[in-house]
C-alpha cells in the first residue's frame, strides 16, 4: 500500500511538471487561445505622425499589431506597409485592434514625414499610428521590449544612399495586458502573405476576446 501511495504522488509530480512545461512551448494547452506569451512590453513614450504624445497608455486594453520600417527605405518597408494596409482593410469595422508602425530613422521620419507616408497607404488615423522619437527612445521600445533588430548599415556596405539600416521583418501581435502573443514574418520565398496576414487578424480576434 505505502509503495502504490508513493507511485501515486510520482506520477502526479510527474504530471504536473509535464503541465507546467506545455504551457511555456508555443501553442502550449496552457496557453489560452493558443497563443504563448513572449514577454511584456515596457512602458513608453513617443510622437505621433500628428505631432501628439503617445504611449504604452493609449493602448491599455487594446489588442495592437506593430512593426518596424523607415519611409525612405529602399527595400522591404513598401510591402511591409502594404501588408498592414492590408491588416487594416481586414478587420471588422466593430474591431478595437490597434496597428502601430515605429520608424527606425527618427532624424529622416518627422511627424510631418510620417503623416505623408500614412497618407499615402490611406492609413486611418484612429486605427493605425506611426511613431517617432529620439534614437534611445526608438531602441529602448524596438530592440529591449519589442524584440526587433535595427542595425545601421556601414557607410561601405549600404547600395544607395537611403540604404541605412538592416531591420526585422517581422510584425508583433501584442494584447490588452501589454504581452507579446504572436511573432509573424512577412517576408520571405517560403512565406504566402495571405496567409500570414489570417494568421494575425485570427490571433487578434481571439485575443480581443480575452479578458
Known amino acids: 500500500m505505502q509503495w502504490m501511495v508513493w507511485l501515486g504522488l510520482g506520477v502526479t509530480a510527474l504530471l504536473l511538471v509535464l503541465a507546467f512545461v506545455l ?49 525612405r527605405c529602399p527595400g522591404p518597408c513598401l510591402t511591409m506597409t502594404r501588408h498592414m494596409k492590408a491588416l487594416q482593410d481586414g478587420l471588422d469595422a466593430t474591431s478595437q485592434v490597434k496597428l502601430v508602425s515605429l520608424t527606425t530613422d527618427p532624424d529622416f521620419d518627422t511627424p510631418e514625414v510620417l503623416a505623408q507616408y500614412a497618407q499615402r497607404f490611406k492609413a486611418d488615423a484612429a486605427r493605425w ?5 529620439s534614437k534611445k527612445q526608438i531602441a529602448d521600445l524596438a530592440t529591449g521590449s519589442l524584440k526587433f533588430t535595427a542595425i545601421d548599415k556601414k557607410p561601405a ?8 539600416f538592416v531591420h526585422s521583418t ?24 495571405q496567409e500570414v496576414r ?7 480576434r481571439k485575443l480581443e476576446r480575452e479578458r
Open 23 to 71: 504551457v511555456r512551448l508555443p501553442g502550449g494547452s496552457g496557453t489560452r487561445g493558443g497563443l504563448p506569451v513572449y514577454g511584456t512590453v515596457g512602458d513608453f513614450t513617443l510622437t505621433n505622425q500628428q505631432g501628439n504624445s503617445f504611449g504604452l497608455g493609449d493602448l491599455k486594453g487594446k489588442v495592437w499589431v506593430t512593426d518596424i520600417i523607415f519611409t
Open 129 to 133: 499610428t506611426f511613431l517617432t522619437g
Open 198 to 204: 489570417e494568421r494575425i487578424l485570427d490571433g487578434a
Open 170 to 193: 517581422i510584425f508583433i501581435l501584442v494584447d490588452k495586458q501589454a504581452r507579446i502573443r504572436g511573432i509573424f514574418e512577412t517576408l520571405g520565398d517560403d512565406v504566402n502573405p
Open 157 to 164: 556596405e549600404r547600395q544607395s544612399p537611403e540604404d541605412l
